[in-house]
């Protein structure tokens, strides 16, 4: 595995996801031990499906890592321990639908979205000033919501910069960062990574950087066009066959488990983007807070957690 040592720092996180209880020590020795250096903190707004306008947030019927005051308790833990913060509110539509194909059907109902997605944002830009975060993420893939009102996102974001004083992302899906016309209103182009890369059952870390060439040249030239790094805002494989086929797949469905697949797609992006000038470092998906109840060698989801991958981010992590 190759692994330069002490090479420039990078954004070396993990997405730190929202639990039922309040975050304790022990549940931010297992980030440190990866030699993580930031943490996503990601509390939810709730739309029944993807022609509802109304965001439903901060209620008593979400989980505590999901609300205001859970993420303020995380964030507290976590500074605790010096990491780091991207505060990243996001959006669920009733059973997983794909935000990206957010959509109103007409003016009153964009009007009404717009209105409550102002709400939710600034309520959370303002949480990540008081608790100095690092950056702010202000949507996570929400293509057609981003392409089709344009007046909006650029009026949002300046609303944004008058409660907070930090650095500026959006976390675009691997198919819609090309079209963001904002970037040069924010401080990363953030890519939530999960570019198709390899059709192989167990592709090998040279098949994988293969597959990466046509996608980081975009990301590179996007990035000298903007004069902005790339920040992956997620990264992740899952520990199954055909990892890096569509990387995006959440199904439920039977998948068999592939731990080599994970440690190679993961191993072949480090070595692609680690030591990269232009590019800023990223946030793991995903990491559960109770980390010895969670991931394991008999486990297919994204979770790094107890697999053979988690030594591969701690040994990037510790170089980077």
Request: aromatic share 16%; charged share 25%; hydrophobic share 40%.
């Amino acid at each position: 595995m190759a692994c330069k040592s002490q090479q420039s720092a990078k954004i070396n996180g993990v997405s730190f996801v929202g639990s039922r209880e309040a975050v304790v020590q022990e549940h931010v020795d297992a980030v440190l031990a990866i030699n993580a250096d930031h943490a996503a903190v990601m509390p939810f707004g709730f739309i029944r499906d993807q022609k509802s306008p109304d965001i439903i947030f901060d209620t008593e019927r979400q989980w505590f890592g999901e609300t205001v005051t859970g993420a303020r308790q995380y964030i507290d833990q976590l500074r605790k321990n010096k990491l780091r913060i991207m505060l990243k509110p996001q959006i669920w539509i009733w059973r997983g639908e794909f935000t990206g194909d957010l959509e109103m059907s007409d003016e009153d109902d964009w009007g009404r979205l717009e209105k409550s997605y102002e709400k939710f944002i600034l309520t959370y830009a303002e949480l990540a000033q008081q608790v100095n975060a690092e950056i702010f993420c202000i949507g996570t893939e929400l293509d057609r919501f981003v392409q089709l009102r344009p007046e909006f996102w650029n009026t949002l974001i300046a609303k944004i910069r008058k409660v907070y004083n930090g650095k500026l992302t959006y976390a675009a899906n691997w198919d819609e960062f090309s079209r963001v016309y904002f970037w040069p209103l924010l401080d990363y182009i953030g890519v939530d990574a999960y570019f198709p890369l390899s059709d192989q059952r167990t592709p090998s870390v040279q098949q994988l950087k293969s597959g990466w060439k046509p996608w980081k040249n975009k990301m590179l030239a996007l990035s000298q066009k903007m004069n902005l790094p790339v920040l992956f805002t997620e990264f992740g494989y899952r520990s199954m066959d055909y990892t890096a086929k569509k990387p995006w797949l959440v199904d439920r469905a039977e998948q068999k488990v592939n731990l080599e697949g994970q440690v190679n797609a993961k191993t072949a992006l480090f070595e692609e983007f680690w030591d990269e000038e232009w590019f800023a470092g990223g946030f793991v998906w995903k990491w559960f807070i109770h980390h010895g109840k969670v991931g394991g060698t008999e486990d297919n989801r994204f979770t790094p957690q107890n697999k053979p991958a988690e030594e591969v981010i701690k040994l990037f992590y510790h170089a980077y």
